[in-house]
T-cell receptor, first 111, second 113 residues
Framework: GENVEQHPSTLSVQEGDSAVIKCTYSDSASNYFPWYKQELGKRPQLIID?????GEKKDQRIAVTLNKTAKHFSLHITETQPEDSAVYFC??????????FGTGTSLTVIP | KAGVTQTPRYLIKTRGQQVTLSCSPI?????VSWYQQTPGQGLQFLFE???????NKGNFPGRFSGRQFSNSRSEMNVSTLELGDSALYLC????????????FGPGTRLTVL
């Protein structure tokens, strides 16, 4: 089955700096890669996603890149703000419609 | 539309007991997935139901079971609770038009003593 690894597990950045979180996956047939943000005590919320036929997608300060050959994808947050502090999860969906999640990255933005 | 709801929000049980958790998906969504979330483990997939049928199942023991009703509401049951079952249980629903996008409920925090 699919295996998703996520790094780093914790990340601290100064406000205004960029943050990058990386994930790798093992199943080359996986075709959909969402990123979720989970604030303390809240439910995970989808913030951006990318499909296997696209290399990059951007939404304001958030971008995701996908390298199918290397089987890794990354979340990029620019101009970080304190409200970006949360746990971020990557996931991969296989052809059987099952999602596999990374173990999460706790991002702290220091004002 | 109302979001995904889960009841109860908190539960405290003792080892050996059983528990039933409920999930009501977004109106019109027919797919409901369940996840177990523990610190350091992320979200681990339990099972997915679609139109009352289990479509996918994760690697959890048979003590974990679920079902879906004709109105798409879903329940999951854990029998013979163990201390290691303490976790946040999340359900997520998705529509048939966009099966990729999952909308999560607030979760049920289960504590096993």
């Amino acid at each position: 089955g699919e295996n998703v690894e996520q790094h780093p597990s914790t990340l601290s950045v100064q406000e205004g700096d960029s943050a990058v979180i990386k994930c790798t996956y093992s199943d080359s047939a996986s075709n959909y890669f969402p990123w979720y943000k989970q604030e303390l005590g809240k439910r995970p919320q989808l913030i951006i996603d990318i499909r296997s036929n696209v290399g990059e997608k951007k939404d304001q300060r958030i971008a995701v890149t996908l390298n199918k050959t290397a089987k890794h994808f990354s979340l990029h947050i620019t101009e970080t703000q304190p409200e970006d502090s949360a746990v971020y999860f990557c996931a991969a969906k296989d052809t059987g419609n099952q999602f596999y999640f990374g173990t999460g990255t706790s991002l702290t933005v220091i004002p | 539309k109302a979001g995904v709801t889960q009841t109860p929000r908190y539960l405290i049980k003792t080892r050996g007991q059983q528990v039933t958790l409920s999930c009501s998906p977004i109106s019109g969504h027919r797919s409901v997935s369940w996840y177990q979330q523990t610190p350091g483990q992320g979200l681990q997939f339990l099972f997915e139901y679609f139109s009352e049928t289990q479509r996918n199942k994760g690697n959890f023991p048979g003590r974990f079971s679920g079902r879906q009703f004709s109105n798409s509401r879903s329940e999951m049951n854990v029998s013979t609770l163990e201390l290691g079952d303490s976790a946040l249980y999340l359900c997520a629903s998705s529509s048939t038009l966009s099966t990729d996008t999952q909308y999560f409920g607030p979760g049920t925090r289960l504590t096993v003593l």
